[in-house]
Antibody, heavy 121, light 110 residues
Framework: QVQLQESGPGLVTPSETLSLTCTVSGGSISPNYWSWIRQAPGKGLEWIGYIYSSGSTRYNPSLKSRVTMSVDTSKNQFSLRLTSVTAADTAVYYC???????????????WGKGTTVTVSS | QTVVTQEPSFSVSPGGTVTLTCGLSSGSVSRGYYPSWYQQTPGQAPRTVMYNTNTRSSGVPDRFSGSILGDKAALTITGAQADDESDYYCCLYMGSGIRVFGGGTKLTVL
């Protein structure tokens, strides 16, 4: 059973860069698709993007100019960088694994517990 | 940008049936959007209840069913129980690898 664990600073200064890492255990990060999702306080889920274990990515168009995802297969980790953060980026950030077969990804079948990131000076 | 729409809230009596829907601000939802549904209780990560329109995730009771109703994806709970009280989010595939969540439906069982 694959398990995911988010890690990173809980407090980020406005205009700075948010950096989070998701560590995958109980299975290999390759080959598979992985996503970041966030949830602002009292709000719904927002898909940030995905990264394939080869490094290919797709991002939410509304965040694309500020988001970078990367993968480190040697550490079984993938990461999120979000630049120029504002208070609107305050949220619980989740990492998740996609269930895929026959070149189609259907749903996220494993989630981390989430990590709270607050943007404040 | 197309918005994925869901009812903000719904109420169902214990033992009753409720259908939550997932639509588009422009256009119709079809199986090609690979609709999936996620259940979330406060303070917890979401868990999948339905994917690929009508496939139940492992361990999900058969009182949950999925379908396409008209121009929307639908999640029906038949014989609702108290522990079904949660937030439910649909997620659609919009093409080119892009996924979009709906705003979520807060389901109350009382």
């Amino acid at each position: 059973q694959v398990q995911l664990q988010e890690s990173g600073p809980g407090l980020v200064t406005p205009s700075e860069t948010l950096s989070l890492t998701c560590t995958v255990s109980g299975g290999s990060i390759s080959p598979n698709y992985w996503s970041w999702i966030r949830q602002a306080p009292g709000k719904g889920l927002e898909w940030i993007g995905y990264i394939y274990s080869s490094g290919s990515t797709r991002y939410n168009p509304s965040l694309k100019s500020r988001v970078t995802m990367s993968v480190d297969t040697s550490k079984n980790q993938f990461s999120l960088r979000l630049t120029s953060v504002t208070a609107a980026d305050t949220a619980v950030y989740y990492c998740a694994k996609w269930y895929c077969y026959s070149d189609t990804c259907y749903y996220m079948d494993a989630w981390g517990k989430g990590t709270t990131v607050t943007v404040s000076s | 940008q197309t918005v994925v729409t869901q009812e903000p809230s719904f109420s169902v009596s214990p033992g009753g049936t409720v259908t939550l829907t997932c639509g588009l601000s422009s256009g119709s939802v079809s199986r090609g959007y690979y609709p999936s549904w996620y259940q979330q209780t406060p303070g917890q990560a979401p868990r999948t209840v339905m994917y690929n329109t009508n496939t139940r995730s492992s361990g999900v009771p058969d009182r949950f069913s999925g379908s396409i109703l008209g121009d929307k994806a639908a999640l029906t709970i038949t014989g609702a129980q108290a522990d079904d009280e949660s937030d439910y989010y649909c997620c659609l595939y919009m093409g080119s690898g892009i996924r979009v969540f709906g705003g979520g439906t807060k389901l109350t069982v009382l």
